[in-house]
């Protein structure tokens, strides 16, 4: 299948857009751990679409301890990226390949002369707003007001919901950066999760079981 076409809004678009589309978009191919972008760096001058990978954006605070915001996954644009493209502004934010990934880069001229003309773009824009924001929002909940337990729980049910999958692909530190605690704190209460029953601990994965606890 011809990338363009994993895009869930191009065949919705007018024929000129696509045939734009077809003459100025280019694949990216990253491997895990790669950088797509940097705190700081200039501005925008492309809008990446995620076709097969993930792609981890968050921030790193003065004391040096990273904090996930969301992942890029499949089919899946970056919020952050779209803001600093349409606001000519730096990134606020860093994007890291998590394993090999294949992009869909698109000019930001592309973007702003012919994509933001089409409906079916515009949309596609809005629901990618929403649904980071839900996931920024349950973030800040997750990180404000539980426990590191009920936290990692969440982070679970969380992950493997979004996922559909009984096997989450994350390293203890991954986790930690993503709720906000410590790589010791975690792994600690991961055990005591394996030692209920609740899941199986393996080096970068964490297999589920059974139904977690209700929170």
């Known amino acids: 299948m011809n990338i363009l076409q994993s895009i869930p809004f191009f065949e919705e678009l007018s024929d000129g857009a696509k045939e734009t589309l077809k003459t100025t978009a280019q694949t990216m191919h990253l491997e895990a751990g790669e950088e797509v972008t940097s705190y700081g760096e200039g501005l925008c001058e492309d809008a990446f679409f995620v076709d ?44 890291v390949a998590k394993e090999d990934s294949r992009l869909l880069s698109v000019p930001a001229s592309t973007v702003k002369n012919t994509l933001l003309h089409e409906p079916a773009f515009v949309e596609y824009t809005m629901r990618t707003t929403l649904d980071k924001i839900d996931t920024l929002m349950w973030h800040y909940e997750t990180i404000s007001f539980a426990p590191v337990k009920n936290r990692i729980i969440l982070y679970l049910h969380e992950k493997s919901k979004h996922e559909k999958i009984k096997t989450v692909y994350a390293t203890h530190q991954e986790i930690a950066s993503e709720i906000g605690a410590t790589r010791e704190v975690v792994s600690r209460n991961l055990k005591a999760l394996e030692q209920e029953g609740y899941v199986k601990l393996f080096r970068g994965r964490i297999r589920l079981l059974k139904k977690l606890p209700t929170l």
């Not at 301890?65 to 996954?73: I, K």
Request: contains cysteine; glycine residues 6%.
């Open 52 to 95: 097969e990978g993930r792609i981890r954006v968050f921030k790193t605070g003065e004391n040096g301890e990273e904090v996930t915001l969301y992942d890029v996954v499949d089919q899946e644009a970056c919020l952050a990226n779209l803001r600093c493209m349409f606001e000519d502004k730096p990134y606020e934010v860093r994007a």
